[in-house]
């Protein structure tokens, strides 16, 4: 009896103990998930900043209360990084992999985006590429009859998506874009051709004939959560994607603006903001004939605005964005004509921002009628808004209702997704995965990877300062007023000292080269900037003069 009693003494002291080894085993895995879950958020901070999310490395770690972790990242080639997050914690370890879109702009990732609506009309186009990527010429192939990359649109709503597209085109019926520009004025006419000569290529395809008179959506077509795709015609459509969720639409952010323009109601024959600018102002007319135009970055915080038909408005983001936010009204009539002058892949691009109202009032109704072409992003929560058939539309837009007209040519710009001005924009996190334990690894019981790291001589980077970027070169304006380049460690205390930063681009420790350099969010020029310009204006005048001497 006492030799039973004796092994069942010692079977059960052993069954606790691997039992409390076990328990001890899945504590120490669980905290361990918990600190590379703080390596991921850690990690995703640095990405919203710029950085690459590269955090502390495997010889030298980051200390997380009572365990380590480091964070690996590799870019993608679609601007996304591929962060993994690997950690330590007694017994424990664990690994964590997602991948990160930085800053996503929530607007953008619509594409063309109706709230309760999509309806496309007849000989539409709409494509779709990247200007961070490549410029849309060197993109677009032939084929479609009109230049187009073949690929990328997206049209997505929370309601239905209908193409109202005629299965046969009326014989006696003119191409939508060769008739919209019959019903302009003769000078009007003339002045587009100048404006934007892309038009009277446009305008010869059309009378040749050689565009496509049914509509193509090359690219995705999302309608919302149990909605349907309707189309009565031979349209021409790559994907349809059933949507698994309702896309919300992001809170408009007001712009704060520097500058308060008393004037109630500015009446504009021509006028130019040779210097940048960031104002609040009342109402804002352009008259018949009338020419305004807007150099970036600027920031426009105002009540209405109107361009009248005849009027031009030039829209100039090749230096820097354009930011309009509208409270009341905004009447862009048929007849007038937007030019935007950036051209080129690395355009800013403009945003307009239309007010929903305060949800007690209907908001006033919403003119974008206007030909010419436009580069950047609309966005009415609370209006219907028709993209027009003699607009050229290169960017994304957004609205209660979207309404794109017969014979319109839209293009999606993704680079729109990385600029975050004017909405919240955060990085987003498009997948999330446990990776498999490495083999090899049999720590001892009470392992201490801090103690370790102690014994080895080794120092762990403290969680707040463990981004392997902490260097860059910062373009900024001090305190007099003067434009200056800073390299060296980026801190608090240096921030501090800095009027506004202009530029900032971080120095990757590994390949000793600067990244891409960075503006601010919602970038908020003032007369630092055009006395910048205005200075450099002036020295360019003495060089020219000196020269001709």
Known sequence: MVTVIAGTGAFIVQSHATFERRQALSIDRKRALYVAEAGIAEATLAISQGRSGAIGTEETPVVFHEGIYWVESEPLEDGRRLITSRSRVGTGRFTLRETIRPNVNAIAEGGFFGEDEVVIGDAVLIDGFDGRLVDFNDAAVSGYGLPTTGDGALVRSNGSITIEDASA?????????????????ATVRARLSIEDPSSIVRLAISALGAVPLETKVLGELRPGVDKALVSNGKSELKVLVPSVRAFEMPEMLVPQTRRVISIETLRVNTYRNAGQVSAQAGRIEVAPGGELVLEGPSVLHLKSFDLASGALLRLDDRLGPIFVYIEESLQLHAG???????????????????????????????????????????????????????????????????????????????????????????????????????????????????????????????????????????????????????????????????????????????????????????????????????NKRKKKKQQDDDDDD
Request: no cysteine; proline share 9%; net charge negative.
């Open 169 to 185: 085109w009326p014989k006696d019926r003119l191409d939508p874009y060769k008739a919209h520009v019959a019903t302009l004025p």
């Open 336 to 534: 007038a004509l937007i030019v935007s002058l950036g051209a080129e892949a690395a355009h800013f691009g403009t945003s307009i921002f239309v007010s929903p109202g305060d949800g007690l009032t209907l908001p006033q109704p919403l003119q974008f009628a206007s030909s010419g072409v436009f580069r950047g992003l609309v966005y009415a929560p609370g209006h219907e808004l028709t993209l027009p058939t003699g607009l050229r539309f290169i960017g994304a837009a957004a609205a209660k209702r979207l309404i794109v007209a017969d014979g319109a040519w839209l293009t999606y710009d993704r680079a729109l997704l990385t600029n975050g001005s004017g909405v919240p924009a955060i990085p987003q996190k498009d997948g999330w995965q446990i990776l498999a334990e490495e083999p090899g690894f049999a720590p001892p019981l009470r392992f201490d990877p801090i103690a370790d790291l102690a014994r080895r001589g080794i120092t762990p980077f403290a969680s707040a300062s463990a981004a392997l970027e902490q260097s860059g070169r910062i373009d900024y304006f001090d305190t007099s007023g003067l434009k200056q380049t800073y390299e060296g460690v980026i801190s608090g205390p240096v921030l501090a000292a800095m009027d506004r930063v202009v530029t900032l681009a971080w120095l990757d420790p590994v390949t000793s080269a600067y990244g891409p350099e960075l503006r601010p969010t919602g970038l908020d020029p003032d007369a630092l900037v055009a006395a910048d310009r205005k």
